[in-house]
């Protein structure tokens, strides 16, 4: 036993008649952490999984189990790139719809400066439909 848990005996001994049920749940508070910190951390875990991934599984399941899952990963970063060279694309072609704007508000006349894209559309087709009237 541990030192502190001999004292936590030694004190439940001579005090149990003084003892209500907050020092009997503080006991077993104590207990369930000691339990908690003696559990196994770093490679003694894994090895633990590992373990129990084989008496899960099985050994010849294991090579077929790895295989689908770096699938399923090889799939996802793909699914990644392709979904990010698509916003690139997306964000390239409001960039170049925006030069647009501005080189045909410029060949028409109109300011651009503190207009957003929608307001700059307006004012073209307001400009453009003038011209034809």
């Known amino acids: 036993m541990e030192m502190i848990d001999v004292i936590t005996v030694r004190v439940i001994r001579k005090y149990h008649q003084h003892l209500n049920l907050n020092h009997i749940y503080l006991v077993l508070m104590y207990g369930i952490h000691n339990a908690i910190l003696q559990m196994p951390t770093g490679y003694e875990f894994l090895i633990i999984i590992v373990i129990i991934v084989v008496l899960f599984f099985g050994v010849k399941k294991i090579p077929e189990l790895a295989r689908s899952f770096g699938k399923a990963t090889a799939e996802y970063e793909k699914a990644r790139i392709e ?10 072609k409001d960039k170049v719809g925006r030069e647009k704007l501005e080189e045909i508000a410029e060949s028409l006349g109109i300011d651009y400066t503190n207009k957003n894209d929608d307001d700059l559309r307006k004012a073209i087709e307001g400009a453009v439909n003038k011209e034809k009237s």
Request: charged share 50%.
């Open 83 to 92: 979904a990010k060279k698509e916003l690139d694309q997306i964000r390239g």
